[in-house]
T-cell receptor, first 116, second 112 residues
């Protein structure tokens, strides 16, 4: 089956620190990979995505590279801000028809807190 | 403004009561989804619908029911058979064939 494993949280950083949140996956077929962000009390927003091996997704200073050889999609940001404090979810979607069409499989989420 | 709305923001359920969570979208999306979020866990798929008048069970459908009578609407009913309904419920939608799902703001369900 499909699964996503994220690094244990919570993660606490000072402003301008470097961020890495690890994400590894197992999947049948060829997945697309996503990072979603959830701010307190809100729904999820798509942060970035990558659809094939070696693709790099990027948005708002965040980056993640689809590594097929290590089945990983680690999220990075060079300099975090207080406003980046949120829960980050790694997810995959297998590009296949049938009952798995459109279904996202999520990791457990990583809470990030950034202090001034 | 296009988007997904969920109501109410908070919902309280009594023992043995069925409650219905609303999800409406004006994005003209074909597919709609319901997820459940529990603390420290990722989202788990309850039901999804790819087209009007059709829907499929997700990973944790027991104790829930849905309908899809209109393209814009995908209400979720939490029945009395759901023994642990306290959670944050998220609705999402996507264009047919698109990988990107757009999420609503969520409804928090609490049991009295």
């Amino acid at each position: 089956g499909n699964s996503v494993t994220q690094m244990e949280g919570p993660v606490t950083l000072s402003e301008e620190a470097f961020l890495t949140i690890n994400c590894t996956y197992t999947a049948t077929g060829y997945p697309s990979l996503f990072w979603y962000v959830q701010y307190p009390g809100e729904g999820l927003q798509l942060l970035l995505k990558a659809t094939k091996a070696d693709d790099k997704g990027s948005n708002k200073g965040f980056e993640a590279t689809y590594r097929k050889e290590t089945t990983s999609f680690h999220l990075e940001k060079g300099s975090v801000q207080v406003s980046d404090s949120a829960v980050y979810f790694c997810a995959l979607r297998v590009n296949a028809g049938g009952t798995s069409y459109g279904k996202l499989t999520f990791g457990q989420g990583t809470i990030l807190t950034v202090h001034p | 403004d296009g988007g997904i709305t969920q109501s109410p923001k908070y919902l309280f359920r009594k023992e043995g009561q069925n409650v219905t969570l609303s999800c409406e979208q004006n994005l003209n999306h074909d597919a709609m989804y319901w997820y459940r979020q529990d603390p420290g866990q990722g989202l788990r798929l309850i039901y999804y619908s790819q087209i009007v008048n059709d829907f499929q069970k997700g990973d944790i459908a027991e104790g829930y029911s849905v309908s899809r009578e209109k393209k814009e609407s995908f209400p979720l009913t939490v029945t009395s058979a759901q023994k642990n309904p306290t959670a944050f419920y998220l609705c999402a939608s996507s264009m047919s064939g698109s990988e990107t799902q757009y999420f609503g703001p969520g409804t928090r369900l609490l049991v009295l």
